[in-house]
Structures are given as structure tokens and as C-alpha cells.
């Protein structure tokens, strides 16, 4: 049965896509004709500007094309697109944010204390990672689904979790919580890591676990969130009965697909930022190298010296 039964509302949401081309076009005003109101800004760079036009257009594509619909019908796509809003748009949107415009943000006391507090390497990594594993707890995931509020809430904040995750790693803002050299690499290992339990229990649970991909009740419930009610109700006289009617994969290998995609995504992308990283290190201890000699031997002396 094709998604174009759902409407043009549903597929497209025209009300969120109305709210990304307002989102880019403030960042256009605020980072060119209206940066002069402001004190202490710099010029936008092109790849700020390619970042955070990036990370909008991919937001809509997760959460506001037919992608999103179809995140609704398989537990694969929904993991699709929790992969790339936290792995991918996430850091995406941190990047392409001035430093000058975040400065502004932390000019207000409780953004920064916010920040300063749930951006600690620790604490952010514990968050990001048990948000992730929360949100996907049967039990949880299918009330959220059931729930437009609880579900707007859960997005939201898993999302702000994955700006607090990525900030240690990317900001480059004094006097903000950040990782160095082998201390970044250690921090991504250990993500991974922790992500490992939520992701294989997915994929090795032998039966399908969430009721709003293999009821038909529940999932019909679910379908709330993203298409109008006045659609579904004019929907079902259809004998529309469940996800199986636009999808001849069984709910199970869905299940499991969803964990399998979610994982090896996860592991691409922190491979990448791991390998950028590393050279980005490599290059600083080279640039470095004068300087590192000079205060080991400096050491070495002052060792020396206290030995005697």
C-alpha cells in the first residue's frame, strides 16, 4: 500500500519545514546584516555556513520528509534516523555556530551554568549514552510513541544529550569543558562502548519487542504523531491493520536491522572522528616538538638536580 494514502501533511509536514527555512534564515540575518548590533562578532566562514545549513536541511529530512513516516512503520528507518539526528546533526549544528553567537548564549547565567555542569566529559558521556538506552527500553519507547507530548519531550532532550555529549569534543570556546589529544580518543571509545548493551539487545532478542511495530492497535495509535487525525479516522475504513501492509520484512528482522544499522552507524562515524583526532594531534605534537623537547630536558634537569 503506498505512504501517499497518508496524505501531503504527513509526508512533508509543511509547518516544521516553515520552521527550518525560519531557523536558516535568523542564522543568515544574525551572522551577516544584523552582526553589527552585536559586539566582539567575527564574519561567518564558509564552512560554519555549510555546517549549520547542513545540519537544518538533514534535520528536516529526518524528522519532517516521508523519512519520518516511514520512521513510524519500520523500527530499521527509526533507527536511521536516530543514528544521524545524534551522530550526525548534532555536531553538525555545533560547528556551524559562531563562536561569538555561543558567547552570547553563555552570556546568560543559567545557559552557562546548564552547559558548564552537563557538558563535564563524565557526565555528558553517562547522559548521552543512558538517554539512548533509556529511550529504547521497550516499555519506554512504546509509551513515548503513544504520546505526541512525551514524545516531543524525549526527542528534544535526547537531542540536547547529544549536544552535551559532542561539546567536549568540538567546542573551541575558553573556559568551556574540553578534551585533548588521548583524552578525546578515550572518551569516544568509551561511548561506543557504552551504547554496545542497548544496540546488541536489539539485535539478538529472538522475539519482537515493541508493541507500536507489530500491533496493529498500538501502531495505529502511534501513527498520531505524524499524520492528522481527520486522516486516520478517514483511513479506517481501509482495513488497515499494521506496519505489514507496507512492508514485507517481518517485524522481527526489522527488530533486528534496526540494532545492526544503529551500531555499524555508530562505529563509522567514530572511526572518522577518531582518525581526525588522531591527526589533528599528530600535527600539534609535530608543530609542538621544539617546545616538548625543550621542557622534557628541562625536566630531566630539574630531576637531576633534586637527586643530588
Not at 80 to 109: E, R, T
Not at 174 to 197: D, R
Request: charged letters at 15%; hydrophobic letters at 55%.
Amino acid at each position: 500500500m503506498p505512504l501517499s494514502i497518508f496524505g501531503f501533511r504527513a509526508l512533508w509536514s509543511p509547518w516544521f519545514l516553515l520552521i527550518i527555512i525560519l531557523g536558516m534564515a535568523l542564522y543568515l540575518l544574525l551572522t551577516t546584516k544584523m552582526r553589527h548590533r552585536f559586539k566582539d562578532t567575527d564574519p561567518v566562514t564558509k564552512s560554519q555556513l555549510f555546517f549549520f545549513m547542513a545540519g537544518m536541511v538533514m534535520l528536516y529530512v529526518i524528522k519532517g520528509s516521508p523519512l519520518d513516516l516511514l520512521g513510524h512503520i519500520l523500527f530499521s528507518i527509526h533507527m536511521v534516523q536516530m543514528a544521524a539526528l545524534l551522530l550526525i546533526v548534532a555536531p553538525l549544528i555545533i560547528m556551524g555556530i559562531p563562536n561569538w553567537m555561543w558567547k552570547k548564549v553563555f552570556d546568560i547565567n543559567i545557559f552557562n551554568r546548564i552547559f558548564s555542569f552537563f557538558t563535564k566529559p563524565i557526565l555528558s558521556l553517562l547522559l548521552f549514552s543512558g538517554m539512548f538506552s533509556v529511550y529504547h527500553i521497550p516499555l519506554i519507547l512504546d509509551n513515548v510513541k503513544l504520546s505526541p507530548i512525551l514524545h516531543t519531550i524525549f526527542t528534544i532532550t535526547l537531542f540536547i544529550s547529544a549536544v552535551f555529549f559532542w561539546w567536549p569534543i568540538l567546542n573551541t570556546l575558553k573556559g568551556q569543558p574540553k578534551l585533548h589529544g588521548l583524552k578525546k580518543i578515550g572518551y569516544v571509545i568509551l561511548s561506543a562502548i557504552l551504547i554496545t548493551p542497548a544496540c546488541s539487545l536489539i539485535i539478538f532478542v529472538d522475539v519482537p519487542v515493541y508493541e507500536t511495530y507489530k500491533s496493529g492497535e498500538a501502531w495505529l495509535q502511534a501513527m498520531a504523531l505524524c499524520v492528522p487525525a481527520s486522516t486516520l479516522s478517514g483511513l479506517s475504513g481501509l482495513g488497515i491493520s499494521g506496519p505489514e501492509l507496507f512492508t514485507n520484512m517481518p517485524t522481527l528482522v526489522d527488530q533486528q536491522l534496526g540494532g545492526i544499522i544503529m551500531k555499524v552507524f555508530q562505529e563509522l562515524i567514530y572511526v572518522g572522528v577518531l582518525g581526525s583526532i588522531f591527526i589533528k594531534w599528530h600535527r600539534e605534537e609535530l608543530d609542538n616538538a621544539e617546545e616538548i623537547t625543550a621542557n622534557a630536558l628541562l625536566e630531566r634537569q630539574r630531576l637531576t638536580m633534586h637527586g643530588q
